[in-house]
């Protein structure tokens, strides 16, 4: 896909635990905002912060290679509308009426989606070990959220944000699918700056209307910092992470460390917000550690599946 080096397998695993850590705070800064800063315009100036600094490196880039882009302008304007707006766009108005469980539990579903889709789109097979993989870090991240009472399941009440998260855990696999067609040779910053300036345009519309109904926000310190954050880290800086190691080992591979970011979450929870790591953290991030090495880890002998 980019210019960028091929990782290594331990290299790009590296990269997909920071990326995950990285993203972990998208959902956390996007529920202590809440009452300050409306979804849309949390999205919207994620976005403009996004374009502004990936402007800086994939300008020229871009430009140079404008033709290619302009080849696939379909492909550019299905990820940016549904990987890039969507998934962001309904994660902000999900965490609005949804519980932190359940949001949790939606996004963690993201590696299954995944593979599902690669299963059905390119009719590959899902190994035994990857869909044992993806059980048990299903299964851990289920010990994290739950707080190790597993019994909290049966309690579960599901509102409107539910079907918001669910709808951006799509926008997110269906970007992560088509990610394996890229055209080769793309150059990474252009191409981040492509689908977040086109994401930028479909949501503009809807802050438009945010604006019009008179929901506003004051742009202060603490405004400011969050929308840099999502912006900058857990959108450009994270996003190019987990492309780059996309192209090293593969779609059904990568889908497995979103399972890391209810770990990071809980572990930032912890750290800024003064809540305490208990054994059931622990055991959580053992399985779904566990989970991560039994899905990821290359077959002996046979063909590959999904996960390669």
Aim: hydrophobic share 60%; aromatic share 12%.
């Amino acid at each position: 896909m980019a210019e960028r080096a091929a990782l290594t397998r331990p290299w790009a695993f590296v990269v997909l635990t920071v990326a995950m850590a990285i993203a972990a705070g998208n959902p956390v800064v996007g529920r202590a905002v809440i009452a300050d800063v409306p979804p849309m315009a949390l999205t919207f100036w994620r976005f403009a912060a996004a374009v502004a600094v990936l402007a800086l490196f994939g300008g020229l880039p871009l430009w140079r290679q404008r033709a290619t882009f302009l080849r696939h302008w379909k492909m550019m304007l299905a990820m940016g509308a549904a990987g890039i707006a969507v998934y962001n766009g309904f994660l902000y108005l999900g965490v609005q009426t949804t519980t932190a469980i359940n949001a949790a539990l939606i996004t963690a579903t993201v590696p299954v989606v995944v593979v599902g889709l690669i299963a059905l789109v390119h009719r590959e097979r899902i190994g035994t070990k990857l869909a044992l993989g993806m059980a048990v870090g299903l299964f851990g991240v289920a010990v994290t959220v739950m707080r190790g009472d597993l019994g909290v399941l049966l309690h579960l009440s599901f509102v409107p944000g539910d079907l918001l998260m669910l709808v951006a855990v799509f926008g997110f696999s269906f970007y992560s699918l088509l990610l394996r067609d890229l055209p080769r040779g793309l150059h990474p910053a252009a191409f981040m700056l492509v689908i977040h300036g086109i994401a930028l345009i479909v949501i503009a519309p809807f802050y438009l209307w945010e604006l019009g109904v008179g929901v506003t926000f004051v742009p202060d310190a603490g405004a400011i910092g969050a929308i840099l954050y999502v912006g900058v880290m857990a959108t450009a800086v994270s996003f190019s992470m987990y492309n780059w190691a996309v192209a090293s080992v593969g779609v059904g591979t990568s889908s497995q460390f979103v399972y890391l970011t209810p770990v990071f979450a809980s572990l930032m929870a912890v750290a800024f917000l003064g809540e305490k790591f208990h054994g059931y953290h622990l055991v959580g991030v053992v399985l779904i550690f566990g989970g991560i090495y039994v899905a990821t880890r290359r077959p002996k002998i046979g063909k590959p599946d999904v996960a390669g």
